[in-house]
């Protein structure tokens, strides 16, 4: 596999282009290759000519692209140039699918598509763009990962000439689309991928619940009252042109899976609400982020060493102007020259939004950087020929992992020259801005300790330190009304068996001690993102998200088991009984609780220390 990048401003560049994919041993041997081509706003005639350059000029050749975005302030600047970035491949196949959105919903066409997926053989990701920013395409995803939830879906939503105008297209071979999905689904046994998130923005200030939205990304009003007033209320913001550049660096913060995702207002409406690419359902918890340009340049630096341990044979990179916004040109410039020291190839795109779908990232994102690495062989079997300069990773393979960066030499010269102000920084100087930043991450600190004391006091189970039945009623409420947004959601319900006769021959002190040690036994073995309570007594519900039957099954009876082999001093030997039973989008809290107390009750009829699911 290899990767060519182009950077074209003239039709000669193009000629030179042509020439050089023609001459190309990979090109001459492959049956096609695949250009992603990315286009500053032109007029439909101008891509069209482009387009069937390609088709006379490189026959071989599926093209596909969006337009790029405009700069969003007047102190940044967009590329204003056409990016190409040629994929070879010497293994792994690829078919190209669009999908005319004017009609039909992005649920309704991803349906299709997955009907498609199920007729390929070894898909191993998805690259993905579409157009319109009202056409919130995050179904279609959705509908990918209910398919096959272990492939990787990335790529971007194409991007105006001015913030907050629908005139975003797509194309692909000779066509242009203006509301539409096109996908690239990439087939090889031996093709690997991987994917680099990288967000930088943090979490200030207290949740605030969304009471209004619709599925079109329209938000209306957030804790009782218009969305575009949190903007007014925290940041003091007004309803002008400067709208956006107002409030860009300080986005809504949604937490996903444990994983806080950024979604940025692209316009308001008179009304108040307030326009995103992306939906945010009814009962999301939101709350601003902020950032500093140490805190976005750190952890791409740091997942860009990590991608260097892979050692990618191509490299697409996926950001978000609103990074640009933050940083300005020259340290935008050197995030990406991190991922140029990985594959000197890698090209970037910026659109409207990121698209990075995994088991742990949910769909549609915003301000962030999206890397994405593949290569057709085990990082071990690449051939020593190839040199870095022309494949992108060390010869020498060699693995380069930084455990702290502020200990990388490189990184400490880029930290000298982070300030773009104009005077010279004294020794020990600290520009204000910083400074109001840290007094705001000290004081909010403080108050998240103060909150976090509190409750703790208030949701956990004094015995055993896990949550009580009144925070289990609260998270499980929270994930009703997220429903579809965690991915599957399963309850799960231990009892100790025959626990009465424990206290009755060991005494109660004994048996308070078999319940922590029975919990501790099942937080040992759940994942972070799983909810743990205890119901009553002996019983306790252990909430786990974005999971599957199978997967959820395994964990039950691989805590069973744990239980039952484990001897717990004085009592020896006991056992458990669980009930297991999945959230549907019908449910409330009452029935879903009966559900699984019934598994469990099924459990405990039929012998005990057994697993039933209902």
Not at 84 to 94: H, I, M, P, W
Not at 165 to 178: L, M, Q, T, V, W
Not at 403 to 416: A, G, Q, R, S, T
Request: a negative charge.
């Amino acid at each position: 596999m290899k990767q060519k990048r182009f950077i074209l401003n003239d039709v000669e560049s193009f000629e030179k282009m042509s020439d050089e994919i023609n001459k190309d041993a990979l090109y001459r041997k492959c049956e096609k290759c695949l250009i992603q081509m990315v286009v500053p706003m032109q007029e439909s005639p101008f891509i069209i000519n482009h387009l069937k350059f390609f088709k006379e000029n490189i026959p071989k050749a599926v093209v596909i692209g969006m337009t790029n975005h405009g700069a969003l302030s007047r102190e940044t600047h967009s590329i204003d140039c056409i990016i190409c970035t040629v994929l070879f491949f010497e293994e792994t196949n690829f078919k190209l699918d669009v999908f005319d959105c004017s009609e039909k919903t992005p649920k309704e066409v991803g349906a299709e598509y997955i009907n498609m997926l199920s007729e390929r053989e070894n898909v191993r990701g998805i690259l993905m763009m579409s157009s319109d920013i009202k056409l919130c395409p995050e179904k279609f995803i959705d509908q990918i990962y209910t398919f096959d939830e272990r492939l990787i879906v990335f790529g971007a939503l194409a991007g105006s000439n001015e913030m907050g105008k629908n005139n975003s297209i797509i194309f692909a071979e000779e066509k242009i689309y203006d509301r539409a999905i096109l996908a690239v689904s990439f087939e090889g046994k031996n093709l690997q991928i991987t994917a680099d998130y990288n967000l930088g923005w943090k979490s200030l200030g207290k949740e605030l619940t969304i009471d209004k939205s619709d599925d079109n990304g329209v938000v209306y009003q957030i804790d009782n009252i218009p969305a575009f007033d949190v903007y007014a209320n925290h940041l003091g913001v007004s309803k002008n042109p400067y709208f956006f550049e107002n409030i860009s660096s300080f986005p809504f913060m949604i937490r996903h899976n444990g994983i806080y995702l950024a979604r940025i207002a692209l316009n308001y409406r008179e009304s108040g609400a307030l326009e995103f690419a992306m939906e945010l359902p009814v009962g999301s918890r939101v709350s601003l982020g902020y950032a500093k340009p140490e805190y976005l340049l750190a952890e791409s630096y740091t997942k860009s060493r990590e991608m260097m341990n892979f050692r990618p044979e191509a490299l697409l990179i996926y950001s978000c102007m609103n990074r640009r916004m933050l940083m300005g040109d020259n340290l935008t410039e050197t995030e990406f020259s991190y991922y140029e020291d990985v594959n000197p190839s890698a090209t970037w795109v910026c659109g409207y939004g990121e698209i990075l779908h995994t088991r742990e990232i949910r769909g549609l994102l915003n301000s962030t950087l999206v890397a994405v690495g593949m290569r057709e062989c085990d990082s071990s079997q690449l051939p020593e020929k190839y040199q870095y300069s022309e494949r992108g990773f060390y010869s020498n393979q060699e693995p380069i992992f930084i455990e702290d960066i502020k200990n990388d030499e490189k990184y400490k010269e880029i930290i000298k020259d982070l300030t773009r102000m104009e005077i010279i920084r004294k020794e020990g100087y600290i520009p204000l801005n910083d400074r109001l930043i840290n007094f705001l991450e000290a004081t909010t600190s403080d108050l998240r300790d103060a909150v976090n004391m509190l409750f703790k006091a208030a949701s956990l189970d004094q015995l055993t330190e896990i949550y009580n039945r009144r925070a289990l009623d609260f998270f499980i409420e929270q994930a009703i009304g997220n429903f579809g947004i965690e991915g599957r959601v399963a309850l799960v319900m231990f009892d100790i068996d025959f626990f009465k006769k424990i206290n009755d021959n060991f005494g109660h002190d004994i048996g308070d001690d078999i319940i922590k040690q029975v919990v501790n036994v099942i937080k040992d073995s759940s994942g972070k993102h799983s909810v743990l309570g205890r119901w009553g007594g002996e019983e306790f519900i252990l909430m786990v998200k974005n999971t599957s039957q199978n997967d959820v099954v395994n964990l039950a009876e691989k805590i069973r088991k744990k239980v039952e082999v484990t001897n717990f001093i004085p009592v020896g030997h006991i056992t458990i009984s669980v009930g297991i039973t999945f959230m549907d989008n019908t449910d409330d809290s009452v029935r879903l609780f009966e559900r699984v107390d019934k598994a469990l009750y099924q459990a405990k009829k039929n012998g005990r220390n057994c697993i039933r699911i209902k």
